[in-house]
């Protein structure tokens, strides 16, 4: 019985189960059978090391050092100590990647910036740094506290504190009134004040939110300049995180006031002629041209005015959009400008396509995978910079060229935010048939210049207060419902001239930054075959004339020889094509004249009589 039970003793060594204790030991074979009786010792015999064949790729393979065989638990005190009984094996051990390899891997990211590897940003000393001795007096600040307690009290309101913050334009006097005493009592009496401090521009704040205090603006007698190199420079400027950041100005307490473009998602700006729209929109690009590398962010300039933009145009092969078809970067051309705008349309929509095949959803979240190299560029994949579209004039591009502007226009502003497409629209009318409601609900910020009146501003505003203003970059930022008053930083045209010249002078790409192409149909533009021949427009035998002798044919010419507008001159061209005298649409490109002279075009004219 005692050796039944011993022989099934066994336990689990290097090749399989081995018995503890038999009456025998067998040479042969792969395994030791050891006699655990006191009187016998065996000697270990060495077993061949097995060959095992793994992948070793992304595997480290290590042999592992010699280890004594299990030994029993328990043994009699009685007996000598076994000897070791020593096994080799293979180990297959699967470690985490080195810290070296990690930060290979994270070296290794897509840098869209090495395109341009030798880009340096512009200098600070391009911008003028301009001083003013002019301060606000102790005796002033004083003088106007008086005058505001003596005219409150006059009319029955006793004040119980007032306090001054003086800013760089206008001072803003902070007055707690008595208990009882009505806020519609005090703002019925800003004419009175603005009487009795003899001084325009008064503007009341009743009450200002998160301080209880109403809160009056007044004029400075002596006004500072805000640079744009004091802006540029500032700390708050230069640690913001924001995509688009945008320094514009300084606010009353004197500290600059910073905003992301990229979550206003879009801005629309307004003024009088000369309240300092246009310094505005120097700032904002100015702004953007020091903080973003060329691959980071795309510029698409639109002018009617042909004045505004053009010292950018050196920035084209840096900085710039625009179709291939095209020969000017910045648009000029009503027509154009349709045409752009509707590239725009079709770049937003194979954005969103790509936005989708990654599963993200947003601009940011699409970068980030494509620089950590996790979407494939085969597959149509491609790092993608943000795209601000700057408008000047909307005013007459909206009496030119009317819902053909319009509608993309509005279908940019309702998706392109998640693509990273925003759009920046100037105009120095603000009334409700060129800033329409559908307009002014796609774009939330607004930035109010001086207007002459209180209905423009509740046009742009929806509220008074731009009619306040005193003008010369005096204006209101109206963003998430909350009301900033903010003097624009100065910038002149030498300093824009300069920065774009030291940008233009540097490493660039071969060209500008292609838009998607973008043909016209013939019902876009005056009802192309819906058209009958015979019922032609009194300028048609002009129009034809003028179109052969110069060999020239555009519908903006139309406009502007006749002082048409864009619809009358589309159904002209419409009417010229029908009658063979001009080619079809070709994008952006100016249409082929069929007629080669003047007398072949006569007889043509005598024909359809």
Not at 398 to 415: D, F, N, W
Not at 562 to 570: L, V
């Amino acid at each position: 019985l005692s050796q039944k039970k011993a022989e099934q003793r066994v336990v689990m060594g290097a090749g399989g189960l081995v018995e503890l204790e038999r009456p025998r030991v067998i040479k042969d074979g792969p395994f030791e059978e050891i006699d655990l009786s006191p009187r016998v010792e065996m000697a270990p015999v060495e077993e061949p090391k097995p060959v095992v064949e793994v992948p070793t790729e992304g595997f480290e393979l290590i042999e592992e050092p010699k280890q004594p065989a299990i030994q029993p638990a328990v043994q009699p005190a009685q007996q000598p100590a076994t000897p070791a009984v020593e096994s080799e094996g293979l180990v297959v051990v699967v470690r985490e990647p080195k810290e070296e390899e990690a930060a290979k891997q994270v070296s290794e990211l897509y840098d869209p910036t090495k395109d341009l590897l030798n880009y340096k940003k512009p200098p600070f000393a391009l911008l003028e740094d301009y001083q003013s001795d002019s301060e606000v007096s102790e005796d002033e600040i004083f003088e106007n506290k008086c005058k505001i307690e003596d005219t409150l009290k006059t009319f029955g309101i006793p004040i119980q504190k007032i306090k001054a913050t003086v800013g760089p334009t206008v001072t803003l006097y902070e007055i707690v009134q008595a208990q009882g005493v009505k806020i519609a009592k005090i703002q019925g009496l800003e004419q009175d004040i603005a009487q009795s401090l003899k001084a325009s521009g008064i503007r009341i704040i009743a009450p200002i939110p998160g301080k209880g205090t109403i809160g009056i603006e007044v004029p400075n007698r002596n006004k500072r300049i805000v640079s744009m190199y004091s802006a540029i420079r500032s700390k708050r400027f230069h640690e913001t995180k924001a995509e688009l950041p945008v320094v514009i100005g300084r606010t009353i307490q004197n500290e600059n006031y910073v905003f992301d473009l990229a979550k206003m998602p879009h801005l629309l700006v307004a003024g009088s002629t000369g309240t300092g729209k246009s310094v505005g929109l120097n700032a904002i690009i100015t702004s953007l041209l020091y903080r973003k590398h060329p691959s980071e962010l795309k510029l698409v300039m639109i002018d009617p005015k042909m004045v505004e933009f053009s010292l950018y145009g050196k920035l084209e092969r840096h900085f710039l959009a625009k179709m291939e078809s095209e020969d000017k970067v910045i648009i000029t051309d009503p027509m154009k400008a349709v045409y752009t705008l509707n590239s725009l349309c079709t770049e937003m929509e194979n954005r969103l396509e790509l936005l989708s095949k990654a599963g993200t959803r947003n601009i940011v979240e699409y970068n980030q995978k494509f620089t950590a190299r996790r979407l494939n560029p085969e597959k149509g994949h491609r790092f993608l910079p943000y795209i601000v579209v700057i408008i000047d004039e909307f005013s007459d591009l909206i009496m030119t060229a009317g819902k053909e502007v319009e509608s993309p226009i509005i279908r940019i502003a309702q998706l392109a935010r998640a693509v990273g497409i925003h759009m920046i629209i100037a105009t120095q009318r603000p009334s409700t048939n060129v800033i329409t409601g559908i307009i002014k609900a796609n774009f939330p910020a607004r930035i109010a210049f001086r207007v002459q009146s209180m209905i423009d501003s509740r046009t742009i505003l929806d509220c008074p207060g731009a009619n306040q203003l005193i003008g010369r970059g005096d204006m209101l930022i109206s963003q998430g419902g909350e009301m900033v008053r903010v003097q624009c930083a100065f910038v002149d045209t030498p300093e824009v001239e300069d920065i774009c010249r030291n940008i233009s002078e540097q490493q660039s790409y071969p060209n500008a930054f292609l838009l998607p192409e973008y043909v016209a149909e013939e019902s876009e533009i005056g009802g192309g075959a819906n058209f009958d021949a015979k019922d032609r427009d009194s300028l048609f035998e002009e129009a034809a004339r003028i179109i052969v002798s110069s060999q020239q044919a555009s519908t903006s010419s139309l406009q502007r020889r006749y002082s048409i507008g864009y619809n009358r001159a589309g159904r002209l061209m419409d009417q010229l094509e029908a009658a063979g005298i001009v080619g079809p649409a070709m994008g952006g490109k100016p249409r082929e004249v069929l007629i080669g002279d003047i007398m072949q075009l006569e007889n043509k004219l005598d024909l359809m009589k």
